[in-house]
């Protein structure tokens, strides 16, 4: 089992930054973040692959997203800019045993989840 944990999130005004981390317990080849808004699916925002060479991005964040990778220390990341009220939501980190890149949910670990709350 491998686990992930997410840290980052936080309460942050409209048109502000934050950058999420996200840790895996072990070396994963595709890693991936979603999120969730209340009474919504879970939508899938942004994903890497281990060298970094392929990324593929929501159009929902595309240009204000960027992830990013650690391998050295088995860590994604997410930076969110230009964060919206819409943007508010739960948002987990997730892996695969897999080295293709996929935009759906399936990924095979998953995180706890940070929330992220932006206010207008």
């Known amino acids: 089992q491998v686990h992930m944990v997410e840290s980052g999130g936080g309460l942050v005004q409209a048109g502000g930054s934050l950058k999420l981390s996200c840790v895996a317990s072990?070396?994963?080849?595709?890693m991936g973040w979603f999120r969730q808004a209340s009474g919504k699916e879970r939508e899938f925002l942004a994903g890497?692959?281990?060298?970094?060479?392929?990324?593929a991005y929501a159009d929902s964040v595309q240009g204000r997203f960027t992830i990013s990778r650690d391998n050295a220390k088995n860590t994604v990341y997410l930076q969110m800019n230009n964060l919206q009220p819409e943007d508010t939501a739960v948002y987990f980190c997730a892996a695969r045993r897999s080295y293709v890149l996929v935009t759906t949910k399936e990924y095979d670990y998953w995180g706890q989840g940070t929330q992220v709350t932006v206010s207008s």
């Open positions: 890497i692959t281990r060298n970094s060479r392929n990324k």
């Open positions: 072990a070396s994963m080849d595709v």
